[in-house]
């Protein structure tokens, strides 16, 4: 495949590496890259109409759910629905899946998508980048009939495709199918993504980390100690701290320019901030495609069972000689201490 195709051309091109390919996953993987224009659109112009501010409602998390939050939720939700091309949503700004069920009623697609539609939306009135990242599975229940929770409850290692949408100072829209991890840069004029990052790689060190330090004295002894060891005077350290606020935004810069991004668990949070589900495993199979890996301290990231849809775990993720170094030090202290009980 040639450097400047189109994202078009290219899910078409490598279609055939799916075994059984029935076009559907190409089908559903494009329907995502036009739900990423219109919210692109959106989000660009967020500075110039007034559409900025809280849109009363809060998610099932309890947080503040801002405007364009609800915008990009509906716009994917709708775009996956009218098509037909799924038998089942989960997005992180709804309390439960949605089942997606044909005009006849039943509905025959294989796959469920997993969707926080605007991460980082903390940073939208601001002016600084925001994501949007998915997880695609096949169903394990009989398809025909309406999907169950455990369709979307599976372990990461299951995923069949994993990608984000940075809305950046570039919009660009980064994924996998298992086959490595390519990245499109949308070129506004025309609103098609090129091919601008071939085959991405995290080099196996990196000169960054990214955490909100400002928890320091919330955080476990293992993950103070990283923290100590990467400000340390030796070899190629102390490393840099950037940290955006913006999961996306941070891993793209990392996988990069080589880095560790870590939201660990704290006494403020005792399960981490991130859910596993939305955010955790996408990033964790992008990772991993492109030579890095995710862990949440002690095992990894992909491996985990989850029990719920909203279900929330540490990360560890980026350069892979980095991850192992953290990990190195948070194995000197007990597991049980660093998941404290959820109140
Ligand atoms: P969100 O899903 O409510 O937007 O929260 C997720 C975001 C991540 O993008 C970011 O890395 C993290 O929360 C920042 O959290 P904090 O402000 O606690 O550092
Ligand atoms: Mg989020």
């Known amino acids: 495949m040639q450097k400047h195709s189109t994202l078009g051309e290219f899910i078409i091109g490598h279609q055939k590496q799916f075994k059984y390919s029935s076009g559907e996953l190409s089908r559903l993987i494009n329907s995502i890259r036009l739900a990423a224009k219109v919210v692109n659109h959106e989000v660009n112009k967020a500075g110039l109409v007034d559409i900025l501010g809280d849109a009363g409602d809060t998610n099932v998390q309890g947080e503040d759910q801002q405007k364009l939050d609800v915008y990009a939720n509906d716009i994917f939700m709708e775009t996956l629905r009218n098509r037909q091309i799924v038998c089942g949503i989960a997005s992180e700004e709804e309390d439960d ?15 469920v998508v997993l969707i926080d539609p605007l991460d980082g939306s903390s940073n939208i009135d601001v002016n600084v ?4 990242i998915f997880s695609i599975y096949r169903r394990v229940t009989e398809p025909g009939k309406p999907v169950q929770k455990e369709d979307f409850l599976q372990e990461g290692n299951k995923q069949v495709a994993a990608g984000y949408i940075v809305y950046g100072t570039s919009t660009m829209l980064v994924y996998t199918t298992g086959h490595g991890v390519n990245g499109f840069t949308l070129n506004p004029a025309i609103g098609t993504f090129y091919l601008s990052h071939p085959n991405m790689k995290f080099p196996e060190d990196g000169p ?10 919330h955080f476990p002894q293992g993950v103070k100690d990283y923290l100590k060891y990467c400000q340390m005077e030796e070899g190629d350290r102390p490393y840099t701290a950037r940290y955006i606020g913006s999961l996306v935004s941070d891993f793209h810069r990392n996988m990069i320019k080589g880095g560790i991004y870590i939201y660990p668990t704290s006494s403020k949070s005792p399960q981490g901030k991130l859910r596993l589900l939305y955010e955790c495993n996408p990033i964790a199979f992008i990772a991993e495609q492109a030579g890095g890996f995710a862990s949440d301290g002690y095992q990894r990231i992909l491996d985990i069972k ?4 909203h279900q929330r775990v540490p990360i560890f993720c980026g350069s892979k000689n980095m991850v192992a170094k953290a990990e190195e030090f948070m194995r000197k202290y007990p597991q049980d201490a660093y998941y404290a009980k959820q109140k």
């Open 208 to 217: 960054i980390y990214s955490i909100n330090e400002g928890n320091y004295v």
């Open 306 to 309: 989850p029990t719920e849809l």
């Open 129 to 132: 980048s925001v994501g949007t």
């Open 97 to 111: 899946f949605v089942t997606i069920s044909g005009h006849d009623g039943s509905n025959t697609n294989k796959y």
